[in-house]
């Protein structure tokens, strides 16, 4: 039951991990859907995020902003509404060494060029301030961590992890990735390089990924309570399918699927790759990630997905030598598809006057033209395929999807050259995706998250978040200790 009247100041719930990639955002997820069960008024929160995965929600003053995929799905897991202050700061690689910052939905180019250790406290007050809104407005906050707290070399200036913690006395718990071996000295290493005060915010242990006989593991969770003073709290079965997109999009395991082969160029700077995960679950669909021409051999489908770099993804294209191996399949006849940056990539030139990604010639399968303007274009959109579409994308034709758009380009058609089709139209019937023959070009992001499109392309008539939710809250239900979950929820003794 909700928290009565007297005590209406959210309970915040955090979810730290040893490492990266420990599954934090997957079990805040689940999280937030158990909580929003129980009747709870729940809110999802991650003081910064590091991804170019994002997703356009409501900001400020009325203006469209944007968040990591992450706490974008961790609020539709919690049944709350998605905005900017779920994740106040937003970190957009854009280089190895050099990040785009965006502050509450809006990207801030003063500290997108600060050093990382002025920056950062120049950006905790945003996160704390957000932070304490959702906590004044909610039952449950569920927070994510970032990579360790105990980087001690980072420590001081780290904000996302045991200072977001002591600011909120959150309750938190400390995963593990147990199939790369090491849990127990990972948890029991972040435990003693923490100050005492931190060390008594945790609350119990979670060992994530485990396969095989869990009584095996005995006696080491008794051992670490008797070490550090806190349970295991949890033992998670491996669990590879659950449905949930990966925070960082690209999925480095076998090949998913068979039948029909979907290529996806994995440039290094691509971006918005959640947005394929419907892909894994349709039968009679294999997914690849190409790196390489080989990979690309025997493809039916070829996507180029999006990108925070465009132009230096292009040029990585053309060094691994990928811009024959999809010409020559646009040749052939078969389906290729870009979105957004890969949309940009298909035209004949990047034009970038303010320096914003690059000038650079395209490949030639579009007859497009990109300029890239200072403002970053924002918008969820309701998008319309034209009634009549050639093969081999014909079955689109018609369709009312829903999807977003977020990109500095903006594309028109080449003036010396035959027009292609324009197939997608917005609202404001503003042109959104072109066609010629074989080659699609859309700049909307999400089209795969859609149960008609997916029925249209596949006839796959499944899908959809809620019951990846359901199933995450399901799963944490069984394997947390029985009441662990609502002790969370009271103060510690």
Not at 72 to 85: H, T
Not at 174 to 182: E, K, Y
Not at 241 to 266: K, N, S, Y
């Amino acid at each position: 039951m909700p928290l009565n009247d007297k005590n209406r100041r959210a309970r915040a719930v955090m979810v730290l991990g040893t490492t990266s990639g420990a599954g934090k955002s997957f079990l805040a997820t689940a999280l937030c859907r158990w909580y929003a069960r129980q009747g709870f008024k729940v809110a999802p929160y991650k003081a910064q995020n590091m991804s170019n995965n994002a997703r356009v929600v409501p900001g400020l003053n009325g203006h469209m902003g944007e968040i990591g995929s992450a706490q974008y799905f961790q609020a539709l897991a919690a049944r709350c509404r998605p905005e900017v202050r779920m994740n106040p700061v937003l970190l957009k690689p854009e280089a190895d060494t050099a990040s785009q910052v965006i502050v509450l939905g809006e990207v801030d180019e003063a500290l997108s060029r600060a050093p990382w250790r002025e920056r950062s406290e120049l950006l905790w007050p945003h996160a704390r301030a957000a932070l304490h809104e959702l906590i004044d407005e909610n039952e449950v906050v569920v927070i994510e961590g970032a990579g360790s707290p105990a980087e001690i070399n980072l420590h001081a200036s780290d904000y996302v992890n045991m200072r977001t913690a002591r600011e909120v006395q959150a309750a938190c718990l400390l995963a593990t990735d147990i199939d790369r071996g090491g849990a127990f000295a990972h948890l029991y290493g972040t435990h003693q390089l923490l100050p005492p005060e931190e060390r008594a915010l945790f609350r119990g242990y979670v060992l994530n990924r485990f396969r095989g006989d869990a009584r095996l593991l005995a006696p080491g969770p008794e051992m670490l309570q008797q070490l550090t003073g806190v349970p295991t709290m949890a033992v998670l079965p491996m669990w590879r399918h659950h449905g949930l997109p990966e925070e960082d999009g690209v999925f480095d395991e076998q090949v998913t699927g068979q039948g029909l082969r979907i290529a996806i160029v994995a440039y290094p700077r691509l971006s918005n790759l959640d947005e394929f995960q419907p892909l894994r679950q349709v039968p009679g669909v294999q997914l690849v990630w190409a790196r390489d021409a080989r990979t690309l051999q025997g493809a039916d489908w070829i996507i180029l997905p999006g990108s925070k770099a465009v132009a230096a993804d292009l040029a990585w294209l053309r060094e691994q030598r990928l811009d024959a191996a999809i010409a020559a399949h646009a040749a052939a006849g078969k389906p290729l598809m870009g979105i957004c940056g890969g949309l940009q990539m298909l035209g004949e030139t990047l034009v970038d006057p303010h320096g914003i990604d690059g000038n650079a010639p395209g490949l030639g399968l579009l007859p497009l033209v990109t300029r890239f303007e200072r403002e970053k274009l924002l918008r969820p959109a309701a998008l319309s395929f034209a009634k009549t579409m050639a093969s081999p994308w014909s079955a689109l034709q018609g369709l009312d999807l829903e999807g977003y758009e977020i990109h500095h380009g903006r594309t028109v058609q080449h003036p010396s050259l035959g027009a292609a089709e324009e197939i997608l139209h917005e609202r404001d019937a503003s042109v959104v995706g072109w066609q010629q023959a074989n080659v699609l070009g859309l700049y909307a992001h999400g089209l795969f998250e859609q149960p008609a499109l997916l029925k249209a392309l596949f006839g796959f008539d499944g899908g959809g978040l809620e019951p990846v939710f359901e199933g995450l809250a399901d799963y944490v239900d069984r394997h947390f200790a029985p009441g662990a979950l609502m002790q969370l929820l009271e103060p510690s003794a």
